[in-house]
Nanobody, 119 residues
Framework: QVQAVESGGGSVQAGGSLRLSCVAS????????MGWFRQAPGKEREFVAA????????YYADSMKGRFTISRDNAKNTVYLLMNSLKPEDTAVYYC????????????WGQGTQVTVSS
């Protein structure tokens, strides 16, 4: 089992930046692809970005490319999401996800962290 704990959310004005962190703990965490999803009020949860623990492959939703950067520090078991040029429509609860499907393992979610962007 993997536990994921997010931090770094908050309120920021449009055009500003935030960096989210997700600390993962548990067994075989290097078998999990780590990702970020978000859910705005009244909307479905959507994919933001993902990164593999064992390599440098990264994946982004089209609307986040060029503004968001996902990275990881394996020594700290931490995944980061740097968000630049934030827009009011980026307002959502951001969730960290540990996806073990490539190894037949389960998927785990963090509790979420709120990001609010004001115009």
């Amino acid at each position: 089992q993997v536990q994921a704990v997010e931090s770094g959310g908050g309120s920021v004005q449009a055009g500003g930046s935030l960096r989210l962190s997700c600390v993962a703990s548990g067994r075989a965490f290097n078998h999990y692809k780590m990702g970020w999803f978000r859910q705005a009020p009244g909307k479905e949860r959507e994919f933001v970005a993902a990164i593999r623990w064992s390599g440098t492959s990264t994946y982004y939703a089209d609307s986040m490319k060029g503004r968001f950067t996902i990275s990881r520090d394996n020594a700290k078991n931490t995944v980061y999401l740097l968000m630049n040029s934030l827009k009011p429509e980026d307002t959502a609860v951001y969730y960290c996800n540990a996806d073990g499907s490539d190894y037949g393992l389960s998927s785990y979610w963090g509790q979420g962290t709120q990001v609010t962007v004001s115009s």
